[in-house]
Nanobody
Framework: QVQLVESGGGLAQAGGSLRLSCAAS????????MGWFRQAPGKEREFVAA????????NYVASVKGRFTISRDNAKNTVNLQMNSLKPEDTAVYYC????????????????????WGQGTQVTVSS
């Protein structure tokens, strides 16, 4: 089992940057693919980015490609989401999630593949 705690959310202006971090407990962090999801008011939770166990594979939703970068540090049990060129439509609660996939190459975009979730961190982008 793994526990996840997000940090780094806040208020940014359009065009600005924020860096989200997710700290994981436990000694088996490298056994999990990791993902970031977000949920805006009145909308369903959606996939943002994912990274495989060792970081070799990544996936992004089309709307953030070229602006967001997911990375992980297995020695520090952390996964990060660097968000640049922020837009008002990026406003949402961002969640970190862990996927105990059998595949070392998996970086799933499916919400249902993720077993463990953090509590979320608010990101607000003003125009």
């Amino acid at each position: 089992q793994v526990q996840l705690v997000e940090s780094g959310g806040g208020l940014a202006q359009a065009g600005g940057s924020l860096r989200l971090s997710c700290a994981a407990s436990g000694r088996t962090f490298s056994s999990y693919a990791m993902g970031w999801f977000r949920q805006a008011p009145g909308k369903e939770r959606e996939f943002v980015a994912a990274i495989s166990r060792r970081g070799g594979n990544t996936n992004y939703v089309a709307s953030v490609k070229g602006r967001f970068t997911i990375s992980r540090d297995n020695a520090k049990n952390t996964v990060n989401l660097q968000m640049n060129s922020l837009k008002p439509e990026d406003t949402a609660v961002y969640y970190c999630a862990a996927d105990a996939s059998y595949s070392a190459y998996a970086a799933s975009m499916l919400l249902s593949d993720y077993e463990y979730w953090g509590q979320g961190t608010q990101v607000t982008v003003s125009s």
